[in-house]
Structure formats: structure tokens, C-alpha cells
């Protein structure tokens, strides 16, 4: 069965920090691997997501990630963070093939002004 | 459009009173999935069908059962509430290796 671990639970960051929100999954086929966030009081929604190709993808609102094949890793970036950014994030795992999607424990982040 | 829509968004419950959460999405997707959100644990999947007519366990499926009823519909049932199914409870939907689209959740207390 497939893990995801997000070792930072909780990142405090000021405005134009830079941030970077560790992912790392366990499963020995190919994956597909999400990165979804949640505003307070809401759903949760994609951010970005890698199936195959470039292992360095963009999503939304100036964030990307890299997938690093060996290190079974899908690191969440961004350059300069904003106060909207404040929400928790949430790592995710789909092996190939197959239904079931296993989610990370979550990583809140909390811009400072 | 409405994506995927859940009711009710807000429940209490007796300990020991049964309650059926619905869940229904308009973008055709094959897959639909339950979880309870809890602080510091993430989404947890209770139960999730790949296609219209199977279900399948998760990781915390004990206390709750799951009916698909149609491509469309996918309901989570508590049959005796207990205070540990406090929780917030989202379906989603997915379609192939795509993302999943989330609804807007279900809040519910058990006292």
C-alpha cells in the first residue's frame, strides 16, 4: 500500500519568503502526484500535478514542484509567498492505474504580513 | 455546472442514531471517493468506487458503509454514530489518473 509523508506540519513564514513543503511517497510503480490546498473554511483544490514527462511542473499562483524519481520526492515551491497563501497544502499519491488516492497528513502554512 | 455537491453541510448526531450522507457530481466521472478530515491527520479515505457498481475499503472503513447508487450518486452511511465520527466529511470524483474534484464537505458532531 502506498504512504505520503509531509514532515513539516506547520511553516510560519513572512511575506516574499521563499518556501519549500516537503512531500515524499512510498510506492515502487509509477505514480501520478498532486499537490492540493485548502483555504480556511473550504474544499480542497488542485494546485498542480505531475503524471509523466518534465519532472518539474507549474501550477497555479506561482507554484511548482519537482519530482525526483529517486528519492521518491515531490517537493511543493515558491518563490515569494503572500498572505492569501495562508492554508494548508496537502501531498497526494495515485499509482498508475489504479483508483485509490492517498493523501499526506497536510502542511500549514501561515504568512505573516 | 455544479461539480460535486454534498448534503446536508452540517449535521449533530446522538450517539447511537444512523445518518446517511449523499454526495452527487455532474462531470461524469467514473470514480468517486469518501473522507473524513480530521486536525493534524490529513484526509483519511473511508471508502472509494472506481466505477459505477464497486466499492472498495479504505484506510478507516469500519462504522460506515457505502452505497453507488448510479454514475452519479455515492452515499456514505453511519449506521450507529459514535462520538469518533466527529469529523469533516468530503466525497470527491475523479476521472482516469486525473485530479479529484472536491465538494464542500459535511460538517458533523456526535454527542
Known amino acids: 500500500a502506498q504512504s505520503v509523508s509531509q514532515h513539516n506540519h506547520h511553516v510560519i513564514l513572512s511575506e516574499a519568503a521563499s518556501l519549500e513543503l516537503g512531500c515524499n511517497y512510498s510506492y515502487g510503480g509509477t505514480v501520478n502526484l498532486f499537490w492540493y490546498v485548502q483555504y480556511p473554511g473550504q474544499h480542497l483544490q488542485l494546485l498542480l500535478k505531475?503524471?509523466?514527462?518534465?519532472?518539474l511542473v507549474k501550477g497555479i499562483k506561482g507554484f511548482e514542484a519537482e519530482f525526483i524519481k529517486s528519492k521518491f520526492s515531490f517537493n511543493l515551491r515558491k518563490p515569494s509567498v503572500q498572505w492569501s497563501d495562508t492554508a494548508e497544502y496537502f501531498c497526494a499519491v495515485k499509482p498508475g492505474g489504479y483508483q485509490k488516492v492517498t493523501f499526506g497528513t497536510g502542511t500549514k502554512l501561515q504568512v505573516i504580513p | 455546472n455544479a461539480g460535486v455537491t454534498q448534503t446536508p453541510k452540517f449535521q449533530v448526531l446522538k450517539t447511537g442514531q444512523s445518518m446517511t450522507l449523499q454526495c452527487a457530481q455532474d462531470?461524469?466521472?467514473?470514480?468517486m471517493y469518501w473522507y473524513r478530515q480530521d486536525p493534524g491527520m490529513g484526509l483519511r479515505l473511508i471508502y472509494y468506487?472506481?466505477?459505477?457498481?464497486?466499492?472498495d475499503k479504505g484506510e478507516v472503513p469500519n462504522g460506515y458503509n457505502v452505497s453507488r447508487l448510479n454514475k452519479r450518486e455515492f452515499s456514505l452511511r453511519l449506521e450507529s454514530a459514535a462520538p469518533s465520527q466527529t469529523s469533516v466529511y468530503f466525497c470527491?470524483?475523479?476521472?482516469?489518473?486525473?485530479?479529484?474534484?472536491f465538494g464542500p464537505g459535511t460538517r458533523l458532531t456526535v454527542l
Open positions: 468506487s472506481a466505477s459505477e457498481g464497486t466499492t
Open positions: 470527491a470524483s475523479g476521472q482516469g489518473n486525473n485530479e479529484q474534484f
Open positions: 505531475y503524471f509523466s514527462g518534465d519532472p
Open positions: 462531470m461524469n466521472h467514473n470514480s
